[in-house]
Every structure is written in C-alpha cells, then in structure tokens.
C-alpha cells in the first residue's frame, strides 16, 4: 500500500509569523555578508595552505577533503542566496557575488539563476521541477543512490542537469541560451582539470 502524500506548507502546517519579525528578517544589510566572505577566505588560505604543505603524503587526500568542503558549502549557500537577491543591499554585489561563487561551484551562473527559479514555480512537480533531485515516490534504490552520491555521478558523466526536459529555458533570449549552453562545458572541464592536477604523478 502506497502511502498517499500530500503538500505541505506553512499554513498547512500550523506555522504564524508575525509580520513585523517577517519584515525585520527581510532586511538585507551589506556588512554581515562582506564579513561572512572575509571570513571564508581567510578559511580558504588556510586549508589551501594545508593542501598545499600536504602535496606528496598520504595527508593530502584528507586536507584536500577539508579544503574542498570548506570552498564547496559556503559558495553554494553563497550561489543560492545571490541567485535569489537576498544576501546583500547592494545589487551589484549581489550580482558580483553571484558569478564568483557559481563558477567557483561549477555552475553557469544564469543557468543557476533560470532553473532556481524554475524550481520555486514548480516546487516538487516530476518533469517541471528542473532541480528535484529525485523522483517519487522515494524507492530504496533511489535513496541509496542519493546518500551515497552516486546519482549526482551518473548525472554528470551521462546527461548533465542542464539538459533535463525539465528545464524550460525557452522564454529566454537567444544570447542567453548561448551563452548558458556554451559555457556549461566549463564544469566538466574544470572537474577534468582538477583531477589532473591532482593525481599528476611528476
């Protein structure tokens, strides 16, 4: 028997903001992100700097674990915030902000912008949700796949997410798509890159 699944969302859910603390959660200011990013990269150069000291050990794979979380988390949280508007005052730096951490993260940065906003319209719809990152309903295959990360690997060595018929990129202008369509090769790339610099034996 099929469990019967049903939307939920803060009115179905019982959940009362009041519209003041609403409206003061909105507030965008630009100084705590500029602090967030100078933190970041003083994190950065100093597990960079572990990679660095570990080249040639067995300690490299475990700081460039390190390394790579600690540049991979925040500019995703970074790439979603910006891709909304949300994360500074100023548009510019939203803006700025936005292209620097999306390609830091791999991600054409309008295509990151489109499909995240496709994702809000059609929130948990199969074939219109162009980032659902499964189906449902869940199966035990599906969430091993997940936990293990192995569907995000069948993704990128077969048919990238950008391409999903899911994806409906069609209202924007022609310069747009080609400019998304012809630097999406840039993930691959720059992931083959990285991994032959990183197992390069000199």
């Keep these: 028997m099929t469990a019967r699944l049903a939307p939920t969302n ?23 992100g500029l602090v967030f990013l ?8 100093s597990t960079g700097w572990l990679v660095w000291s570990a080249m040639g050990t067995e300690w490299v794979w475990l700081a460039m674990l390190v390394h790579g979380g600690m540049l991979t988390l925040p500019a995703y949280a970074l790439s ?3 891709a909304h508007g949300t994360a500074y005052r100023a548009r510019w730096l939203n803006e700025t902000v936005l292209w620097f951490s999306s390609i830091l993260y791999m991600e054409e940065p309008l295509h990151r912008r489109y499909t995240h906003t496709n994702h809000h319209t059609y929130t948990w719809h ?3 949700d162009s980032q659902m990152p499964f189906d449902l309903p869940m199966t035990l295959r599906i969430w091993v796949l997940e936990i293990a990360g192995l569907s995000y690997l069948a993704s990128e060595s077969g048919q990238p997410d ?4 899911a994806d409906d990129l069609t209202h924007l202008g ?5 400019f998304i369509s012809a630097s999406l090769s840039y993930r691959a790339t720059g992931t083959n890159g990285l ?6 034996d000199p």
């Design 174 to 178: 022609s310069r747009d798509r080609r």
């Design 162 to 165: 950008a391409f999903r018929p």
């Design 10 to 32: 803060a009115t179905s859910s019982g959940v009362r903001l009041d519209p003041k603390v609403i409206k003061s959660l909105r507030r965008r200011k630009n100084g705590p």
């Design 126 to 128: 199969q074939n219109l």
């Design 38 to 45: 100078l933190q970041w990269g003083l994190v950065l150069t």
């Design 195 to 200: 991994c032959a610099v990183f197992t390069h």
């Design 80 to 82: 979603h915030e910006t």
